[in-house]
């Protein structure tokens, strides 16, 4: 097991952090929130709450040590059958989050996008992100990617949507459709595929995400709820990663 030094409170990379080596896009499968706040008592609600401060530390994390890409999962397709107290929680929380935050990701440079199928959300909500994704389009300090209304299958069968349409249109051959064809429809289209998947919570699963982008991407697990999931457990886990020999199928590649 590595030793995990405190984080630098400068905001530099942690010196036993290789700036040559670290993942260019990370995701995150932010999960725990009620499991937090039930271990205090609590209502489930305060756990995504406090959620958003560790999300808010992330973001600046990536950007103060070098990762360019960030996606994380807020919701997803499947969170909508949740008691309606709590969808409607959330759903007025990332408008909270996003009025207060908007400001201050624009002037630190973030480029914030939004993937998923956006059009059942709220109509308030929804027009206050396209607004958002506009006043920092042209940001490039860190990509910061939110996956809301988002599945990983259906996502797929958007992109299948879109291709046959152009074979409908007899832009293409059905026999000529490549990966490239499909990628260029998936959500997270151009940003590459993530090198580093970190869920929290200890949960050994995908549930739903990046189905397709995930396919050599390096797992790593966190054992605390997201609320707890600060700049020193994402050094952990950057650290873990560094010591990941990524083969993609073939032998050991040189380093
Ligand atoms: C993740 O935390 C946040 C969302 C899914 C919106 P959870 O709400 O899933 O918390 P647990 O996993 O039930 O503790
Ligand atoms: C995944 O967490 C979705 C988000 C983090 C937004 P869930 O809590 O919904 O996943 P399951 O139900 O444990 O698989
Ligand atoms: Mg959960």
């Known amino acids: 097991m590595n030793t995990v030094h405190p984080p630098s409170a400068s905001g530099q990379l942690p010196p036993d952090l290789d700036p040559r080596r670290l993942p260019a896009h990370v995701a995150v499968i932010m999960d725990g929130n009620g499991r937090w706040a039930e271990e205090r008592g609590w209502p489930r609600f305060l756990g995504h709450r406090q959620g958003v401060e560790a999300l808010n530390d992330i973001v600046r994390c990536c950007k103060d040590w070098g990762v360019a890409a960030l996606t994380v999962y807020a919701f997803s397709t499947e969170n909508w059958g949740r008691p309606v107290q709590e969808v409607n929680f959330l759903m007025t929380l990332f408008h909270e989050v996003l009025e207060r935050e908007l400001r201050n990701l624009v002037a630190e440079g973030v480029q914030l996008r939004f993937m998923g199928d956006l059009a059942p959300l709220p109509k308030t909500l929804r027009h206050f992100m396209e607004e958002a994704m506009s006043a920092t389009a042209h940001n490039q300090a860190v990509h910061f990617n939110v996956a809301m209304n988002y599945g990983g299958r259906q996502e797929i069968l958007h992109a299948v949507q879109a291709v046959a349409h152009r074979v409908e249109q007899g832009e293409l051959k059905a026999a000529a459709i490549t990966e490239q064809d499909l990628t260029e429809h998936l959500y997270t289209h151009p940003t590459p595929d993530p090198d580093l998947l970190i869920r929290s919570s200890g949960e050994l699963r995908l549930s739903n995400f990046l189905l397709w982008q995930l396919a050599y991407t390096e ?14 457990c994402f050094h952990k886990a950057l650290l873990h990663y560094q010591t990941r020999k990524r083969r993609f199928g073939r032998l050991d590649l040189p380093t």
């Open 219 to 232: 797992l790593y697990v966190a054992d605390v709820f997201w609320p707890d999931f600060d700049r020193a």
